[in-house]
């Protein structure tokens, strides 16, 4: 059960576990300067019975027994102007598992808690530090694992996000406002819905949200990566193909058909975005039962990828078993043909192939020619542009928690435009599916939310975070 009042004081070991050069604990409550206190002792021994607020002090952590355990710099930083909003203590010692551990052990000892996943930063939340955009925005900060989703993580947590949701609930109250003007106010005969006046408006916040939920599909990619599924009979060049975009010998590449049996899975970042790609078995009748799953896996990965490139040997031409795969992908927009082997000579070109596919290019996996262009062609497919992501203001979604909640904000106002144009003007009835729009919308920012949502989105953080 989550602490919501606040009441206990926390610690937990603020840096990833393991060598370094240095360990922070952390502690945040109403009694992180008492056991502060109870810990530290100057190199002397003497105690230290006030700290100057957010500067650093040199001195020992020791025992319960007045044993040293490691030489540190503490600091306190003062309520309310802290992450946390409480009092915060800060023992900076040595980094290592040993260390980090003991001196976090003898500050539970003192009355502290094992903080929960994402606690400190829960209790920022919940002391008004941030909201819940930002406070997801944290994780995803730290989660990031391109230049590209690191940027749109900061932009969130800088409020980008947070005030584009806060500008449309203030645009749908001064809308709610004129309806229940005609509720409060009948005597006054407010012909409100008659001007159109609330259906111009309800359709400009309809149309805000909109824009925000076209971006969903360009986030999802920035925050998961591209899934690219390299496919294709045996012995094409998949393997080399992947290796040469990884610019690593990471699969096995023999002159033996069907040597890659498995799904092989790595990412490399290309413009700051993660390209996920898929090595899968090569595509024929299956030789064994090893790889007939194999192939069967190969299938599967080739459903769920956001771009198929479909590889093909163009030294020996577009044959048979190159058509069996194209059965497999045809009426498909998200195909990339590639035709390798240029190095040995191409018997078939993209020129001949232009009615099959819109999208081809020539590489030799081998010598590494044509494959910038081929990330080029991945990008445009997948329709990104992550420099004017990177250098524009756009509010960029990237959780599915945001998506649905302004899906469902959008439905509610659909409700209210039908029925007005249903010719069911009851402003009481047309305020109920605005309510629910706003409660939407609050929920997005943390204003209308349940404990047991909190529970769900701070339980995905690291301890100490």
């Known amino acids: 059960m989550r602490d919501y009042l606040c009441e206990d004081t926390i610690a937990a070991i603020g840096t990833p576990l393991g060598k370094g050069a240095i360990g922070i604990v952390r502690i945040s409550g109403k009694r992180a300067l008492p056991i502060l206190k109870e810990v530290f002792r100057r190199k002397s021994g003497e105690r230290v019975e006030s700290f100057e607020n957010r500067k650093m002090t040199y001195g020992i952590v020791v025992d319960e027994f007045e044993e040293?355990?490691?030489?540190?710099?503490?600091?306190?930083?003062?309520?309310p102007?802290?992450?946390?909003?409480?009092?915060?203590?800060?023992?900076?010692c040595h980094g290592g598992i040993v260390v980090t551990r003991k001196v976090l052990r003898e500050v539970l000892k003192r009355g502290a808690r094992l903080a929960e996943p994402g606690e400190f930063t829960m209790r920022a939340f919940l002391h008004g530090k941030i909201d819940l955009t930002q406070a997801e925005a944290i994780n995803e900060l730290i989660e990031a694992r391109s230049e590209l989703y690191a940027k749109v993580a900061v932009k969130q947590?800088?409020?980008?996000?947070?005030?584009?949701?806060?500008?449309?609930r203030d645009r749908l109250l001064e809308t709610k406002a004129f309806i229940e003007a005609a509720v409060d106010f009948p005597d006054e005969e407010i012909e409100i819905l008659e001007t159109g006046k609330i259906k111009e408006k309800l359709f400009e916040v309809k149309d805000e949200i909109e824009k925000l939920l076209k971006t969903y599909r360009e986030?999802?990619?920035?925050?998961?990566?591209?899934?690219?599924?390299?496919?294709?009979?045996p012995n094409v060049g998949k393997s080399s193909l992947l290796n040469a975009i990884l610019m690593e010998e990471r699969a096995i590449v023999t002159e033996i058909p069907g040597t890659t049996r498995d799904v092989i899975e790595e990412t490399v970042t290309f413009k700051g975005l993660p390209l996920r790609l898929v090595d899968t078995a090569g595509i024929r009748e299956a030789g064994?039962?090893?790889?007939?799953?194999?192939?069967?896996?190969?299938?599967e990965k080739l459903k769920e990828a956001d771009v198929v490139l479909f590889v093909i040997d163009g030294s020996a031409g577009f044959v048979e078993d190159d058509r069996r795969i194209l059965k497999l992908i045809e009426n498909r927009d998200n195909v990339i043909l590639v035709i390798n082997k240029k190095?040995?000579?191409?018997?078939?070109?993209?020129?001949?192939?232009?009615?099959?596919?819109?999208?081809?290019?020539e590489i030799s996996a081998k010598n590494l020619d044509g494959i910038d262009e081929l990330a080029e062609r991945i990008m445009e497919l997948v329709v990104l542009e992550p420099e004017s992501i990177l250098d524009g203001n756009e509010v960029v979604l990237t959780s599915e928690r945001h998506y649905e909640l302004l899906?469902?904000?959008?439905?509610s106002l659909d409700k209210v435009l039908t029925s007005i144009d249903s010719g069911y003007e009851s402003p009481e009835f047309l305020s109920i599916d605005i309510d629910e729009a706003l409660k939407s919308l609050g929920e997005i920012v943390g204003e209308v939310t349940t404990e047991d949502m909190y529970d769900i989105i701070f339980s995905r953080f690291c301890i100490g975070k």
């Open 219 to 233: 986030g999802r990619l920035i925050k998961e990566g591209i899934k690219v599924a390299i496919v294709g009979r």
């Open 81 to 92: 102007y802290t992450f946390t909003g409480e009092d915060v203590a800060e023992i900076h």
């Open 68 to 79: 040293p355990i490691d030489e540190v710099l503490v600091v306190f930083m003062g309520a």
């Open 407 to 411: 899906k469902r904000a959008k439905e």
């Open 288 to 299: 064994d039962i090893v790889e007939k799953i194999g192939i069967e896996k190969s299938i």
């Open 343 to 361: 190095d040995a000579g191409l018997r078939v070109k993209c020129e001949k192939l232009r009615n099959l596919f819109k999208h081809c290019v």
């Open 157 to 168: 947590l800088e409020g980008s996000l947070s005030n584009k949701i806060r500008e449309i």
